[in-house]
């Protein structure tokens, strides 16, 4: 399996990986248009909503996971095989491609997210829709191991929310139902794991941040966001920076926060 962060040089190498395309957008923006308007040659685009979630629901939140059926469709349709190497990026750092790339990887697939995006890319770029022969990827089942559900992720030994500071804090709440966070929840924002440049801290530099927090392993670590997309990413960072392989709460604050269960709005002391 390929690292789980690479960088133009190595697709210069590797002519033979899959490039994806998973640019998403909040605020409604089409994914698709802006693949359209100019991607990496060569990339297809994957829609974030139609093969990487469920349908949305107060009970289960608003990016459930897919089923396995439904995201080994959407591979096939992007052409890729069970053996091939898959590069995602977006144009946000990596927080949208990095659901791809985490659960691509959790299927024992080789997969990396591009180190710097989009922008990253110096050379001309492409446009319209590319069409590529459907590829042979094979469904398999979500390992267990590797999510929690709204109870277990109360019980975690390490819970990280990965959103920006002033939602964590509960003080805005642009989205989700109520603003706070899932009580004992440190926070360690996905923005914070790249730089200014969006392009990913050093993994000695990422070790220290999490050391910082008590996380020298990610295997009691669970990270949460507001959907269960950006915190693929902290997931991807831990284990760029030799950590290994944590787990991911799918339901994140959408769900949580549809509950009346308590929350906080005050930090608590990380460790």
Known sequence: MIDPVVNTGWLSLHEDARIVDVRWYLDGRSGADAHAAGHIPGAVFVDLDTWLTAEPS?????????????????????????????????????????????????????????????????DELGTGAVEVAPGGFTEKPWPADAFVDIDDAQGATVLVDVRAAERYRGETEPIDSRAGHIPGAINLPTTDNLDDDAHFLAPDTLKARFSGHGIHTADDVVTYCGSGVNACHTLIAMEHAGLGRGKLYPGSWSQFSATDRPMETTPPISG
């Open 58 to 122: 107060p009970a289960e939140g608003r990016h459930p996971l897919p089923d396995p059926a439904r995201f080994a469709e959407g591979m096939r349709r992007a052409g890729i095989d069970d053996d091939t190497a898959v590069v995602a990026y977006d144009d946000t750092g990596g927080t949208s491609a990095a659901r791809l790339v985490w659960l691509l990887r959790l299927v024992g697939r080789s997969a990396a997210l591009l180190d710097g995006g989009l922008q990253s890319w110096r």
